[in-house]
């Protein structure tokens, strides 16, 4: 919330009312004053909620300079997988984290790895991957060896990239140290920050930075969608024809077809008429079991696999049909469903299944998929063409579902009916209740309900089950967020 100051002195409040209109606002506010609730908490609640992708900021840097350590400072908590030797984080992680009031993704990154690509070859790849789906990037280096020439390497990088830097002189564990941090100025990316991970000291000044370096968290826009053609992220683990799909649709050979698994090492974004429209397609490079030391390439695919999503509206995750689903794909459509992507399943091969492994791979979409039980699914076959023409219908679907709007009058009314047709159970003597709610955000649709006690994730899961009979939302991800209302004796 921000104030203006008028010429007669007043303060004019401007609200980030989210998908309410000041008329609709006005009455949310009245009706959470009744219930009890905190007026600054409930606006609050819908402004975070609100809010389109938080910024990103990427932590990069050659192995055991601390990067983990340092990530686990920055969320206040002890997740990022921390030990005394390099390499230890593979794969790219994302946590969220909170500085003076701000929210902002932190993306833990692994250090270089040497494998067959070269020393150089593999910190480009480390560094580019990294920051190229962040909106600022912290370079940590270990005060106590100096700057080396990997360092040098990712500098020039950083440069290349031209995102916003906060360098970080990690290990200065006291004062005697910061005269090692100030001789990291020759990296020319200004003013080091001298920092102990382990212990915290000057993490809150090089936060202080960090915000100064990320953007503000965008508002949110509903249902408008971003200007040119709707980007279509085509992922799934190697070898289930992604390219062959793409070279179907897009009518002629675009992409490298190979029977070798792992033949696309870049994104590849192709412009494609289908269905009347232009969409942009990308093809992405397959997502493999944990990588090893020596597939260096694969892992570094993996990372741009993940920055195509971050980019698409939609995700098209291509499945083997052929073959048995296995924890890879269930990995890859997890991946999809956390950065809050449209959804459709593409079982690919389809013209290869005999009945009885139709049989039972229906059987292992209601126990293995079962939790994407509301995204749109094709069956394809990339090679023959095969009901290709069912691929847009599917894709339109899922981006109509993610950018539903519910108007908070009628989503009060079907919660009203649901609470009172089907309570909370009693917990302690106690049974919460869903008190009311408004849809703060979209793509995907983000809801804040409002209630008098802690509601249990079994019945928050019950509520988007009946959200999605009512109100469509195939296609898309659904994000719920429940603010408690503080008992009153506790408030002055």
């Given at each position: 919330?921000?104030?203006?100051?008028?010429?007669?002195?007043?303060?004019?409040?401007?609200?980030?009312?989210?998908?309410?209109?000041?008329?609709?606002?006005?009455?949310?506010?009245?009706?959470?004053?009744?219930?009890?609730?905190?007026?600054?908490?409930?606006?609050?609640?819908?402004?975070?909620?609100?809010?389109?992708?938080?910024?990103?900021?990427?932590?990069?840097?050659?192995?055991?300079?601390?990067?983990?350590?340092?990530?686990n400072r920055i969320i206040g908590r002890r997740e990022a997988v921390v030990e005394d030797k390099p390499g230890v984080t593979r794969d790219r992680v994302t946590y969220e984290a909170e500085?003076?009031?701000?929210?902002?993704?932190?993306?833990?990154?692994?250090?270089?790895?040497?494998?067959?690509?070269?020393?150089?070859?593999?910190?480009?790849?480390?560094?580019?991957?990294?920051?190229?789906?962040?909106?600022?990037?912290?370079?940590?280096?270990?005060?106590?060896?100096?700057?080396?020439?990997?360092?040098?390497?990712?500098?020039?990088?950083?440069?290349?990239?031209?995102?916003?830097?906060?360098?970080?002189?990690?290990?200065?564990?006291?004062?005697?140290?910061?005269?090692?941090?100030?001789?990291?100025?020759?990296?020319?990316?200004?003013?080091?920050?001298?920092?102990?991970?382990?212990?915290?000291?000057?993490?809150?000044?090089m936060l202080d930075q960090v915000l100064e370096a990320l953007p503000e968290a965008p508002a949110q826009t509903f249902g408008t969608a971003v200007g040119g053609p709707r980007r279509i992220?085509?992922?799934?683990?190697?070898?289930?024809?992604?390219?062959?799909?793409?070279?179907?649709?897009?009518?002629?050979?675009?992409?490298?077809?190979?029977?070798?698994?792992?033949?696309?090492?870049?994104?590849?974004?192709?412009?494609?008429?289908?269905?009347?429209?232009?969409?942009?397609?990308?093809?992405?490079?397959?997502?493999?079991?944990?990588?090893?030391?020596?597939?260096?390439?694969?892992?570094?695919?993996?990372?741009?696999?993940?920055?195509?999503?971050?980019?698409?509206?939609?995700?098209?995750?291509?499945?083997?049909?052929?073959?048995?689903?296995?924890?890879?794909?269930?990995?890859?459509?997890?991946?999809?469903?956390?950065?809050?992507?449209?959804?459709?399943?593409?079982?690919?091969?389809?013209?290869?299944?005999?009945?009885?492994?139709?049989?039972?791979?229906?059987?292992?979409?209601?126990?293995?998929?079962?939790?994407?039980?509301?995204?749109?699914?094709?069956?394809?076959?990339?090679?023959?063409?095969?009901?290709?023409?069912?691929?847009?219908?599917?894709?339109?679907?899922?981006?109509?579902?993610?950018?539903?709007?519910?108007?908070?009058?009628?989503?009060?009314?079907?919660?009203?009916?649901?609470?009172?047709?089907?309570?909370?159970?009693?917990?302690?003597?106690?049974?919460?209740?869903?008190?009311?709610?408004?849809?703060?955000?979209?793509?995907?649709?983000?809801?804040?309900?409002?209630?008098?006690?802690?509601?249990?994730?079994?019945?928050?899961?019950?509520?988007?089950?009946?959200?999605?009979?009512?109100?469509?939302?195939?296609g898309t991800p659904l994000h719920l967020s429940v603010r408690v209302r503080e008992k009153r004796g506790k408030k002055k």
């Amino acid at each position: 919330m921000n104030d203006h100051i008028q010429p007669d002195g007043s303060a004019e409040h401007e609200h980030d009312h989210g998908a309410l209109g000041d008329a609709e606002f006005a009455e949310f506010m009245e009706l959470a004053a009744e219930e009890g609730f905190d007026l600054e908490d409930v606006e609050g609640a819908i402004e975070a909620a609100g809010h389109g992708p938080l910024p990103v900021l990427a932590v990069v840097g050659r192995p055991n300079v601390g990067k983990s350590t340092l990530v686990n400072r920055i969320i206040g908590r002890r997740e990022a997988v921390v030990e005394d030797k390099p390499g230890v984080t593979r794969d790219r992680v994302t946590y969220e984290a909170e500085w003076a009031g701000r929210r902002f993704k932190v993306v833990d990154t692994g250090g270089w790895e040497q494998d067959v690509l070269g020393i150089d070859a593999s910190v480009a790849a480390q560094a580019e991957y990294a920051i190229e789906a962040a909106d600022a990037v912290v370079f940590v280096v270990d005060a106590k060896v100096g700057a080396t020439d990997t360092d040098e390497a990712v500098v020039r990088l950083l440069r290349k990239a031209g995102k916003p830097v906060v360098l970080c002189a990690n290990k200065v564990d006291g004062p005697s140290g910061e005269a090692d941090a100030s001789y990291l100025w020759s990296l020319g990316l200004g003013e080091p920050h001298p920092v102990s991970a382990l212990h915290g000291r000057g993490t809150g000044d090089m936060l202080d930075q960090v915000l100064e370096a990320l953007p503000e968290a965008p508002a949110q826009t509903f249902g408008t969608a971003v200007g040119g053609p709707r980007r279509i992220a085509l992922i799934g683990r190697p070898n289930v024809g992604k390219s062959s799909l793409l070279n179907k649709v897009a009518g002629e050979e675009r992409v490298v077809v190979n029977e070798i698994a792992g033949t696309t090492r870049d994104p590849v974004d192709e412009l494609i008429e289908l269905g009347g429209k232009t969409w942009k397609f990308v093809d992405t490079a397959g997502i493999r079991k944990r990588v090893h030391l020596q597939q260096g390439a694969d892992y570094y695919a993996s990372l741009r696999t993940a920055a195509a999503v971050e980019k698409a509206e939609v995700a098209v995750v291509l499945l083997d049909a052929s073959d048995s689903i296995s924890v890879q794909d269930q990995r890859i459509v997890t991946m999809a469903v956390e950065a809050g992507r449209a959804l459709v399943l593409a079982f690919n091969k389809w013209d290869t299944l005999d009945e009885e492994r139709r049989y039972y791979l229906e059987r292992e979409i209601e126990t293995e998929l079962g939790q994407v039980a509301w995204a749109p699914r094709v069956n394809v076959s990339a090679r023959t063409g095969r009901h290709m023409e069912k691929l847009v219908p599917a894709i339109e679907t899922a981006l109509a579902g993610w950018e539903t709007r519910v108007p908070t009058g009628r989503l009060n009314a079907f919660l009203g009916e649901l609470v009172a047709a089907h309570p909370h159970p009693v917990r302690g003597g106690k049974q919460p209740r869903i008190l009311f709610g408004t849809q703060a955000g979209t793509r995907p649709p983000r809801f804040v309900l409002f209630a008098s006690g802690f509601i249990e994730a079994g019945y928050r899961r019950f509520i988007e089950r009946r959200l999605r009979e009512e109100f469509g939302f195939e296609g898309t991800p659904l994000h719920l967020s429940v603010r408690v209302r503080e008992k009153r004796g506790k408030k002055k």
